[in-house]
């Protein structure tokens, strides 16, 4: 039926598509995320054979989200205000993501429009432009401006003409209409779209047509914009650059003189110097003939009258940026700004060709760039609105001197120091982030040049750790300071810096933490080192990282410190921890983090415990990886204490949970059992006896495990279990109390787990009876079911929070399984009538 009527299948798709989004259905649960991951991949699929069906489609769907938005039903009709709107951006985002890679995976140039079909792209246009003109207040709006931009992007690849028109048309409007409060969005589309060196050239044509028409209030707008358009255009098509420098392309060449000398007239001032010397030193560059010739016409050699401004406009660089030049603070900045972004262009030119007179200019200014840019004693700055610009102008030139020097170490150095102002440091760590993750030239330097560094790094890292434990610590109620290692504010409170550690020691420790995740090497390198000094430093470094996951206060560091502690363990950054005694330094180091997370589990002290559950499998799999490469030693220090108790301690976690009302923790504890069946068949091999002395209860965690994936349901039908489905949930407690039945051997965490698990049971039976009376003390935490990800504030009421606490409840009790709402309502009213748990029972 989808062969012969390829149209109605199609539609009938996106609009199950729709019905999955959350302004539909509200928040997504498992079920409905792999629902709508299944159905936006077959409609990208769709969209290599019926593009146009799909854009009819889309456009329909984003009308659609945005009238639920404005008559207020975005999801379940009882949510409102925070819940309607994250809802709204939600959905925006997962149609932006995939309108993003239909466009993405047509082939250029292969897409003809009917003329209702291109009035279909209009429409999607605006509302691409609507995205991105979006406000900046409202923090959702970040990344869908940032997903709207890779669709124009996308978008642009084939429909070029459709969005050049509406930036030329609007260019035509400012011209012949200026309007008092024009609209410039349209202008700044100029730096979202895929230009290649004929668009780039059209572009800078229509410039140089419409630019005097301005008014002088689009002349900064447009500048910014081309200049933006010219990046793009040499990140996306390196290579074009690289060919321009050794074959200049004539056209190009002439489009860039004639905009050069437009903008020399308009820059007749220093404010306007300052506007459009980054735009000028780049259309220099892309008529390397012409710079040429003004280059070396300090030499000697001949200079046409014609270049005589370029002449000028180099000679005020030089000058602005000189020790001695006189300059005012005004093109001082300019000349910086001007001179970075020469040297950052100069690495897309191939380093063999060291004839190439960007080379040239480049070495006459790097040295006066850094001293101005990298001086302790005179902080580079425009001013307190330009600080974040400061640090990404720093950075640019960072990352674009090691390209042109590595081995030169003047910033390093600076940045390098503790004694230094913090935004050297900052600089330092979003440089070396920048190298490891930019790689599109094969020229550009490695960063195992910056290996030898490692020690002062680890130091930085420690630095950093302290000061804001320090600072968090100084800010907070002395209620908050009893458990945590690292303290916060309250978690609905921003961390608000102080000025003097602008940009902040929270945020440098945030993108400390995703360089390790970047490259871990960065840290662990230790040659030279003996075995226990290197062992010592790679413990401190990974205990740094486990106080960090446990922060509520601190989500996004807490995130990306799990990333970078799974990548250490991976067997081969394993191995690096210490070279001396691998397999020793494992058990120590790694039986550590995850006796310290079991703990912190084991208290209910991690909110989302269902992530730390999923991270924690994900550590064990590359554990076992690692063993798995030393079995003939697998054993060798595995006997300190400390490895038992994190053995245990695993053990309990796994058996708590099992009565989360989370029912992907629940699966998720129940597949870490086989993890703990398979460390155990590394270790001793096909020795059936020794396997069981390791885990007692080997047979019982295989059944565990194997429970996890597929479950029989009351209607006998075999499928994935998902927690909306009550039937799914009670056939699944019923088959682990079966299961758990089955366990002989009351050791290692066996009993441990029996004894926390009536400790929470008992405390539950006390809340319980005395409900609703019973109230949370101040200060102390919740039952370990109230996930932060789980439970949200509009859906907090006293008879939704019983039916999780009384689920939760017999989930421990073993006695009575909650198959159903209608149950669990019925169960409610004879809790109330009973006022008593044991009535209950």
């Known amino acids: 039926m989808a062969t012969q009527k390829p149209g109605e299948w199609a539609n009938t798709l996106i609009v199950r598509f729709e019905e999955q989004l959350p302004c539909r259905i509200g928040p997504q649960t498992t079920h409905s995320r792999i629902n709508e991951e299944q159905n936006k991949t077959c409609i990208i699929q769709i969209s290599k054979y019926r593009f146009a069906l799909v854009l009819d489609g889309f456009v329909k769907v984003l009308k ?58 209009k429409s999607l246009l605006k509302e691409i432009c609507a995205f991105l003109d979006m406000s900046n207040d409202n923090p959702n709006t970040h990344a869908i401006k940032v997903l709207a931009s890779k669709v124009l992007f996308a978008l642009s690849v084939n429909f070029f003409n459709a969005v050049f028109n509406r930036i030329s048309s609007k260019l035509q409007e400012l011209a012949s209409c200026p309007d008092e409060n024009p609209d410039y969005s349209d202008i700044e589309l100029i730096q979202h779209i895929n230009v290649d060196v004929n668009r780039l050239t059209r572009l800078l044509t229509e410039a140089i047509q419409k630019f005097r028409l301005l008014k002088k209030s689009a002349h900064l707008v447009f500048v910014n914009s081309l200049e933006k358009a010219i990046w793009n255009w040499m990140d996306h098509y390196p290579y074009e650059f690289a060919e321009l420098q050794k074959n200049t392309n004539e056209e190009l060449s002439k489009c860039c003189e004639q905009l050069f000398d437009i903008l020399d007239n308009f820059a007749d001032n220093k404010k306007g110097r ?12 892309l008529a390397p003939k012409v710079l040429e010739e003004i280059v070396n016409a300090d030499s000697g050699a001949p200079c046409s009258p014609r ?89 640019d030139c960072f990352v674009s001197c090691f390209r042109i020097k590595p081995h030169n170490n003047e910033a390093l150095k600076v940045c390098l120091n503790l004694n230094s102002p913090s935004v050297y440091h900052f600089v330092l760590v979003r440089s070396l982030y920048r190298i490891v993750t930019e790689s599109k030239l094969h020229w550009w330097p490695k960063i195992d040049l910056v290996y030898s560094k490692s020690s002062e790094l680890r130091a930085m ?171 003939e030693y697998a054993n060798l220090g595995s006997q300190i204490p400390i490895c038992k108790q994190a053995h245990i301690k695993l053990e309990v976690v796994f058996f708590m949970y099992l009565w989360s009302i989370d029912m992907d923790a629940v699966l998720v504890a129940m597949s870490c059992f086989a993890l703990l069946c398979q460390e155990a068949e590394i270790r001793c091999g096909s020795d059936e006896v020794t396997v069981t002395y390791l885990v007692p209860n080997y047979h019982v965690y295989q059944e565990l495990a194997q429970a996890s994936t597929v479950l029989t349901t009351a ?96 989930n421990m009790t073993g006695r009575r399984m909650l198959t159903a709402e209608i149950s669990i309502k019925t169960h409610v009213i004879c809790f109330f009538t009973f006022k008593s748990v044991n009535s209950y029972n």
């Not at 300052?274 to 560059?285: D, G, H, K, R």
């Not at 001293?371 to 400061?390: A, E, H, I, V």
């Not at 230790?526 to 413990?539: P, R, V």
């Not at 912190?600 to 554990?623: A, F, G, P, S, V």
């Open 715 to 810: 209607s006998g039908e075999s499928r994935m279990c998902f927690p909306e489905h009550a039937n799914g949930r009670a056939a699944l407690q019923k088959r682990i109390m079966a299961l758990l039945r089955k366990i002989e051997h009351c050791v290692n965490g066996v009993q441990p787990a029996w004894e926390e698990t009536f400790m929470n049971w008992n405390s539950m039976s006390k809340n319980l009876s005395s409900y609703p009376k019973a109230k949370v003390e101040d200060g102390q935490m919740e039952p370990f079911h109230r996930s932060m990800g789980k439970r949200r504030a509009s859906h907090q009421n006293s008879e939704h929070e019983l039916e999780e606490q009384i689920n939760e409840w017999a």
């Open 461 to 631: 890292f420690t630095d950093t750790l302290n000061k804001v434990a320090q600072g968090y610590i100084a800010h907070t109620p002395l209620r908050m300071i009893q458990s945590l290692t690292l303290k916060g504010k309250d978690s609905q409170a921003k961390f608000k810096e102080r000025a003097e550690e602008v940009p902040g020691h929270r945020n440098l420790l945030l993108y400390m933490v995703r360089l390790i995740h970047a490259d871990p090497m960065l840290m662990l390198n230790n040659q030279g080192k003996a075995g226990h000094e290197i062992q010592s430093s790679t413990l401190e470094l990974i205990n740094g990282l486990v106080s960090l996951v446990h922060q509520p206060t601190m989500p996004d560091v807490a995130q990306e410190a799990m990333e970078a502690l799974l990548v250490l363990h991976h067997p081969e950054k394993i191995e690096v921890w210490n070279p001396e005694a691998p397999i020793n330094t494992f058990w120590d180091v790694s039986s550590q983090v995850l006796f310290s997370i079991s703990q912190k589990l084991i208290q209910h002290q991690i909110m989302n415990y269902t992530d730390i559950l999923k991270w924690l499998r994900e550590i064990l799999i590359c554990r076992n990886a690692f063993l798995s490469r030393h079995k």
């Open 307 to 395: 270049h005589s401004k370029k002449k000028q406009f180099i000679d005020a660089i030089k000058r602005g940026i000189g020790p001695h030049g006189n300059s005012s603070k005004q093109l001082t900045e300019a000349a910086a700004v001007t001179c970075v972004k020469l040297c950052k262009a100069s690495t897309y030119i191939n380093n063999k060709d060291s004839n190439n007179v960007a080379f040239t200019l480049v070495q006459s200014v790097i040295n006066d760039l850094k001293s101005l840019l990298f001086n302790t004693t005179k902080l580079f700055s425009r001013g307190q609105n330009y600080l974040y610009q400061d640090m990404d102008l720093m950075i």
């Open 64 to 121: 659609r989200i945005h009238e639920l938005y404005q008559t207020g039903t975005c999801g379940a009709p009882r949510q409102h205000g925070p819940e309607l709107e994250k809802n709204y951006y939600d959905s925006l985002l997962i149609v932006l993501e995939t309108l993003e890679k239909c466009f993405s995976q047509q082939p250029k140039d292969s897409i003809t429009l009917t003329m209702e079909e291109n009035q279909n792209l």
């Open 274 to 285: 300052a506007a459009v010397w980054s735009l000028q030193i780049m259309l220099l560059i």
